[in-house]
């Protein structure tokens, strides 16, 4: 296509998701203007309850922490993983590692959580428009000059100087430059509901989520409390296992998964679930880039590992503000290559990779992190730090030399420079 005439926006953010609002409001601080095109009307349903430690120095950085501070949101102090055989592991609280505010995060409504941070973003001075949804990124060359996108059955086009994907699982421009693939050894799906008047545990561990393994080691449910009594549970497994011969009956594939699981089903004995059952499935995927001339990918955009430690928030955040850090200037200089703006891909590939690798410990049928910790007790602090989401450091890789001795680990993540090499 020909270049627009006219470059409307600084920033164009594609998404007003956790990564979206983010990006958005930092850029918008910096005295950008910027524009945000989200398909949905915010509040809007989503899964991914619970925030690792980590999201703090995001959520201080945004505003929003007194906001959060003052919420009925359930305050997440620990961790806490069930065997196959019921029993359950010390909890991992994570201010005994670390005695202060920053060591507690919460567990929240995303139709909440999401929306405040979008109000947030236009409090900063973003725009943002609701039910507008993108329909393909507009190139000059090989260079994002803006986007087509439609609302109300009006196709309109907006030009940025920047496109940043931040529209999550739809991955709009991931997909149209096909730059995404699978993580064949993370090939899973999730059935999950809600239930009121589960049971839950008392004290600092009253917030906790709760990992449950299955039985025959098929899978795992998550427990995560929210506000009003409410819980968030899903089971994960394989496609195959979910998802393959067993009808169209999602509500009937819960009830036989927690049926057959008595440390599930313990913890429902009392509950009712509340409004409808929700399948998701093949979400573990990543990008071979980050950036190119003119956009960049963030969030669930660039990938998504899987709902194990509940980092998919964290990733969006951080990634949101990495880009935030590297658009800046790269706009003051007047430079938008991909190469400028992909500068923050290598740290956020390794923290991801290094999410990554545990969850894949977390698979393997013969690994026990009770074991491994009984083994190698130097190993829990550093084991702790990647729980909270601290992996933006170097300082935490020791642990991955000695889990290397008893798992296969992934290979690193590679990405494409900007010209594909």
Known sequence: MKALQSQD??????????AGSTCATLLADQGHRVLVLERAHFPRHHVGESLMPQTYWTLKRLGVLETLGKSACPRKESVQFVSSSGRESQPFFFTDRDPNEWSITWQVRRDEFDAMLLDNARTHGAEVMESVGVREVLFDGNTAVGVRATSNGCVKEYSAKVVVDASGMSAVLASQLDLRYPDEKLRSAAIYAYYRGGKRDTGRNAGATIIVHTPDRKGWFWFIPLADDMTSVGVVGSSSH??????????????EEIAACPAAAARLQSAERVGRTYVTSD???????????????????????????????MLALKS???AADTIHPGLEAGDVSGARLGRFGPELAQGVQRLRQLIYAFYD??????????????EIDRLVRVLIGDVFTDEVDPLFDALGEQVELPPPIE?????GE
């Open 9 to 18: 926006y600084d920033v164009l953010v594609i998404g007003g998701g956790p």
């Open 242 to 255: 979910l998802c393959t011969g067993r009808g169209d009956n999602p509500d009937a594939t819960l009830d």
């Open 283 to 313: 979400f573990s995927f990543r990008s071979r880039r980050v950036a190119g001339d003119g956009w960049v990918l963030i969030g669930d955009a660039f990938g998504f590992l899987d709902p194990i430690y509940s980092s998919g928030v």
């Open 320 to 322: 949101g503000e990495m």
């Open 365 to 378: 049928r013969d690994f026990s992190f009770a074991a491994f910790t009984r083994d190698h007790p130097d």
């Open 415 to 419: 990405l494409e420079t900007d010209t």
